[in-house]
Structures are given as structure tokens and as C-alpha cells.
């Protein structure tokens, strides 16, 4: 599966832990742990399913040399699919961030949303038309090398690759969100209705459309065919379809009913900072257990100098605490860590999405001026979506 927003839900897996593996043109190719999950699993099967059954009498380790090239491969297909959306993006003036392998496939993390149906349509056929050419590939080398190849091994991995290029064409054509065929479909009731949060709603409705029919299918597989793994893998992505298509909609409905809101709005004037040069047993004791927040802005002398976390302390081992100061272990601020009063609350949340900070603090001539979090705003929009209804 491939998709590419800035991101509505898949990040609830995508935003955790990941290894970052390289750069393409300017985007970080990251696999987050759940691809690792998959790769084996899809060696796996290959070294012991397909290659066993298409091409007898080989060797176990010829099989395995076999599956792993081949799930390579697959998965540097995938990689190629999510990178055509993302240079097309990137060609349309829309930053592209990073690239996230994981349990699915993969998924691009852009900075903003297409301006208009037809940058949404460009990107959103890019992935396809790539799997389209590489499946035309794999079969034409397929057919080349014929049934009498000298090299059976080798054309049997081309073949599975030629199938799964194909699925993977397939699959991602369905109209609904969050695949390409449903970023298609919305681009195409955007220009037709120029109305985007119609669009998702009606594309986010039949994602989950398809999210309940793949839950049909798994429950016959399992219930009928007697394939248990197969059927609760369909059930599980159906769930993962379900849930990213309710998060596409309502991204878009947060989006627009924040629209205009600034952040001096929202943001709270009385902050509390920790200073610089205290250990981090203090701030544990003085800060963390008193005031109860999870992050907080450190001041030198009235200047705003860096941001320190929980998780930033807890990557200090405890007997350590008593002698590391704050102004060591603390993050420096950055533009992706930083607001001004007046901008506007959507950049606030890509921006703590970004950065993986739950509260940013708020500058204006370099003082610190206040301080709003992922709380503030969804507790804002909680209220705008009561009194709308």
C-alpha cells in the first residue's frame, strides 16, 4: 500500500521509531521496525512456500539466497511506487519530508496538501503508472526468457515480482481512501464539486466500503477456505484501511475549521521555564513531578535557548542524573520547534507532528511570549465542533 499525506492516522504507526536508512534526492528513506517484520516474513514464505512448490529439488540454502533477493526486490519496488509520488510532489512545489517503509508498504510524509485537484491527481497516479511500468517489465523479461530458461531460478523470482507488481498496481487502484485509487477519486470529485471536504467524505466512505468487504472476504477465508493466517491478515489490514480513511476525513474537517485561527489565539501567556544549569534530578523533582508536564522551554536569563522532554531525560541513565545539567540533554530551538503568534494553528500541529513535541514554544523578537499544545488546539476544535452542532 502506498499513500502520501502529511499525514492523517498512519502516523499513529509511522511517527514512532524507525531506522533511518538513506537519502533519495533530498528525502529520508526511513524503515520503521515493522517493515523489518514483514521482509522476513515475506523471505519466509518464499523460501519455504513458493520456491519449493514452482522449483523442486533445490537446495534449502538456494531457496533461502532465493527469497531473500526476491523480497528485496519487492520492497525496492515498493520504495520506487512511494518515490514517484514523491517526486512528483516535489516537482509540484510540495516538500517532501521523509519516506516511511513499514508494515504496508510505505508512506510519504509531505509538508503541505495539493493546492488543487489536478497536483492531487499528478500525485496521486504517480505510484500506479511506476508499478505499471514495472510490472510490464517483470513480464516482458518473463516472456523473454521463456520456460526453457537456463536459468529457471532466477525467472521464477522475476515472475513473483511481475505478480506483485501487478497486486500491487491493482490493490492501490481501489477507489478509496487511504490508496491511490481513492486519492484519485477525490481529486476527481474535487474538480468536479471544487469542494475538498465533500470529496474526502465521499472518498474516506468508500475506503471504509472496502475496508468492510476485505473483512467479508477474510471471514469467508478463514471460515470457508480454512486459511486462517491469510484471512485474519485481511481482517487486520481492513482495520488499518478503516481507520486511516476515517483520519483522511477528519484531517480534512480540522483543517478547514482551524483555518484562520492563529496561534496567539490559542497560546498560554503563563508559562513555566526551567533554567539552564540545573541537574536533571532537579528538574525530575522541581519540574517534571510539581507542574506535571511532559516538555518545557528552558530560559537563560530571559532568552529562550532549548526544549527538554521526558524522553530527552530518560535517555540519560538515572545514576547519571545528579550530575548532567539540563543545558546538556536539552534540545536548541529551531524554527521546527518554534512558533510565532501569528501563525496559523495547522502549521502549529504539522509543526508538533514534525518535531514529535507536544508543546512549542511561542516567539516573537526572540522572547518567549507563551506556549500552546496538541491539547490547547484539539480542545479548541472540540469546542468549534460542539457549537457547529
Partial sequence: MADTQPRRGLFWLTRQRGI??????????????????????????????????????????????LGVITAFF??????????????????????????????????????????????????????????????????GAVLIM???????????????????????LGFNLLPGLPLDGGRVLRALLWGATKN?????YIASLAGKALAGLLVIAGLLTILWGNHIIPGLWLIFIALFLRQAADASYRQV??????????????????????????????????YFLHHHFSCYPVVDAERPVGVITIKDVKHVPREQWET???????????????LSPNEDVPTAMKRMSASGLGRLPVLADGKLVGIVTRRDVMSHLQIRSDLAT
Avoid at 475538498?196 to 474526502?200: D, S
Avoid at 474537517?253 to 482551524?258: A, G
Avoid at 539552564?276 to 522541581?286: F, G, K, W, Y
Avoid at 548532567?324 to 518554534?338: H, K, N
Fill in 196 to 200: 475538498l471536504r465533500k470529496a474526502t
Fill in 324 to 338: 548532567t545539567s539540563v543545558a546538556s540533554t536539552m534540545r536548541p530551538l529551531t524554527p521546527e520547534t518554534t
Fill in 146 to 168: 521463456g520456460d526453457g530458461s537456463p536459468r529457471p531460478g532466477l525467472r521464477l523470482a522475476i515472475l513473483y515480482l511481475a505478480i506483485a507488481n501487478t497486486f500491487l
Fill in 20 to 65: 533511518p536508512l538513506f537519502s533519495v534526492l533530498g528525502i529520508r528513506i526511513v524503515a520503521h521496525y515493522s517493515w523489518f517484520l514483514i521482509v522476513a516474513l515475506i523471505a519466509w514464505t518464499l523460501t519455504v512456500g513458493w520456491f519449493p512448490s514452482v522449483l523442486p529439488g533445490r537446495g534449502t540454502g538456494s531457496y533461502l539466497l
Fill in 74 to 139: 519487492f520492497f525496492a519496488s515498493v520504495l520506487v511506487h512511494e518515490l514517484s509520488h514523491s517526486v512528483v510532489a516535489v516537482l509540484s512545489g510540495i516538500p517532501v519530508r521523509r519516506i516511511t517503509l513499514f508494515l504496508f508498504g510505505g508512506v510519504a510524509e509531505i509538508s503541505k496538501e495539493p493546492s488543487d485537484p489536478k497536483t492531487e491527481l499528478r500525485i496521486a497516479l504517480a505510484g500506479p503508472a511506476t508499478s505499471f511500468v514495472l510490472a510490464a517489465l517483470f513480464w
Fill in 253 to 286: 474537517v480540522m483543517k478547514e475549521t482551524l483555518a484562520g485561527v492563529r496561534v496567539g489565539e490559542l497560546m498560554t501567556t503563563e508559562v513555566v521555564t526551567v533554567p539552564p544549569r540545573i541537574t536533571l534530578a532537579e528538574l525530575v523533582d522541581m
